[in-house]
């Protein structure tokens, strides 16, 4: 594809690009935003630099790209919903250091997500991709045919459980009321810390029923097969005993980090990513505890993982066509659904 409004340039063979030549808070043209969603497509992950733009134009430019999810009882920038605030400590694991494709439990995960930190630590804090569609391409004929043959399984309740994700905030609102005072959870015996926690789980595993994708689906815009599993969310293969559904997502988990379907960025002031969440994983790199590192998230748009057969073994030119802190009011009640509603948006 040649563009007339942008620069497009890559930053690897197979994923990535950066975009240069526009203002993002003076696009005049449909066209440009037509060309900034061609090459997003096209490269998984595009960045911007220098971009000092303001909420409105934040937001308008996520409006290109589907229906903006609000973020009302979340942190978020005061007058804009639309705009989520994410920060992280850097004195505990943000839980994003892990490859992942964002809220996969999901019917329909969001399509596109954008990046802004604006909170950057001294060094380090980078974000990383995988290009899913290379990792797909690189297996080759014969795998590719067995795993298209295969359905996922994926399950917020399986991860939140195995990172006691709902005792960990738990305790961190115990401490926070113990701060003030010592009233609710402080009070709790034990057992009765025992019991609410069992009911907290009860409830998030029966409002949040697995949902089956296609471990190999075709990306809705360019028609390319991608693999479709990730590290957090995918709890099993069906059909298969689960002793190979492990292996063969420990296989795939580990295919997905080869060096060659990645890209790294280095954030700086200004700086912008905008992702593609169908045809990529990503990963928030943890090296810079224990500073401090913020930044502003839209996501929007959506998509339905499906395989059209017809894609299989289909191959284009294209280019690879290829949470953030966990931040609640710790002042109130810890509110179960706020936390799913938080993972739904990670
Ligand atoms: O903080 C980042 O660089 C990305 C974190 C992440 O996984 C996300 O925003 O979905
Ligand atoms: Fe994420």
Same mark, same amino acid.
């Given at each position: 594809?040649?563009?007339?409004?942008?620069?497009?340039?890559?930053?690897?063979?197979?994923?990535?690009?950066?975009?240069?030549?526009?203002?993002?808070?003076?696009?005049?043209?449909?066209?440009?935003?037509?060309?900034?969603?061609?090459?997003?497509?096209?490269?998984?992950?595009?960045?911007?630099?220098?971009?000092?733009?303001?909420?409105?134009?934040?937001?308008?430019?996520?409006?290109?790209?589907?229906?903006?999810?609000?973020?009302?009882?979340?942190?978020?920038?005061?007058?804009?919903?639309?705009?989520?605030?994410?920060?992280?400590?850097?004195?505990?694991?943000?839980?994003?250091?892990?490859?992942?494709?964002?809220?996969?439990?999901?019917?329909?995960?969001?399509?596109?997500?954008?990046?802004?930190?604006? +909170? /950057? @630590?001294? %060094?380090?804090?980078?974000?990383?991709?995988?290009?899913?569609?290379? $990792?797909?391409?690189? &297996?080759?004929? *014969?795998?590719?045919?067995?795993?298209?043959?295969?359905?996922?399984?994926? +399950? /917020? @309740?399986? %991860?939140?459980?195995?990172?006691?994700?709902?005792?960990?905030?738990? $305790?961190?609102?115990? &401490?926070?009321? *113990?701060?003030?005072?010592?009233?609710?959870?402080?009070?709790?015996?034990?057992?009765?810390?025992?019991?609410?926690?069992?009911?907290?789980?009860?409830?998030?595993?029966?409002?949040?029923?697995?949902?089956?994708?296609?471990?190999?689906?075709?990306?809705?815009?360019?028609?390319?097969?991608?693999?479709?599993?990730?590290?957090?969310?995918?709890?099993?293969?069906?059909?298969?005993?689960?002793?190979?559904?492990?292996?063969?997502?420990?296989?795939?988990?580990?295919?997905?980090?080869?060096?060659?379907?990645?890209?790294?960025?280095?954030?700086?002031?200004?700086?912008?990513?905008?992702?593609?969440?169908?045809?990529?994983?990503?990963?928030?790199?943890?090296?810079?505890?224990?500073?401090?590192?913020?930044?502003?998230?839209?996501?929007?748009?959506?998509?339905?993982?499906?395989?059209?057969?017809?894609?299989?073994?289909?191959?284009?030119?294209?280019?690879?066509?290829?949470?953030?802190?966990?931040?609640?009011?710790?002042?109130?009640?810890?509110?179960?659904?706020?936390?799913?509603?938080?993972?739904?948006?990670?």
């Amino acid at each position: 594809m040649t563009f007339r409004h942008i620069e497009v340039k890559r930053a690897t063979p197979t994923i990535g690009a950066t975009i240069s030549g526009v203002d993002l808070n003076a696009i005049r043209s449909e066209d440009v935003y037509e060309e900034i969603r061609q090459a997003l497509w096209q490269s998984g992950v595009i960045f911007f630099r220098d971009q000092q733009i303001t909420p409105e134009n934040y937001i308008k430019l996520g409006s290109k790209f589907g229906e903006m999810e609000q973020h009302e009882f979340f942190p978020h920038l005061p007058g804009h919903p639309q705009i989520q605030l994410i920060s992280h400590e850097g004195t505990d694991n943000p839980e994003t250091d892990r490859w992942h494709t964002d809220v996969t439990f999901r019917k329909r995960p969001n399509m596109v997500s954008i990046l802004r930190i604006t +909170d /950057l @630590p001294p %060094h380090g804090g980078d974000t990383m991709w995988a290009s899913t569609v290379a $990792a797909y391409d690189a &297996l080759g004929p *014969e795998l590719q045919t067995l795993l298209a043959g295969l359905q996922a399984e994926h +399950d /917020l @309740p399986f %991860h939140f459980r195995r990172i006691n994700a709902v005792e960990r905030l738990m $305790a961190r609102q115990k &401490l926070a009321a *113990e701060k003030k005072g010592g009233m609710m959870n402080s009070m709790m015996s034990a057992n009765e810390m025992d019991a609410a926690l069992a009911d907290r789980e009860c409830k998030l595993i029966q409002d949040n029923p697995s949902v089956i994708h296609p471990a190999v689906i075709t990306h809705p815009y360019t028609g390319r097969n991608l693999l479709f599993v990730n590290s957090i969310w995918t709890k099993r293969l069906m059909g298969v005993h689960l002793d190979l559904s492990d292996a063969l997502l420990a296989m795939l988990n580990e295919w997905v980090k080869k060096p060659e379907f990645m890209v790294r960025f280095q954030w700086q002031p200004n700086s912008i990513a905008m992702w593609d969440n169908c045809q990529t994983q990503h990963y928030a790199v943890f090296d810079y505890a224990p500073h401090y590192r913020a930044g502003e998230r839209i996501t929007c748009g959506s998509f339905e993982p499906k395989l059209i057969r017809r894609a299989l073994g289909a191959k284009s030119d294209a280019h690879a066509g290829s949470s953030s802190g966990l931040k609640l009011d710790l002042s109130t009640e810890l509110d179960l659904d706020q936390v799913v509603e938080y993972a739904r948006r990670r």
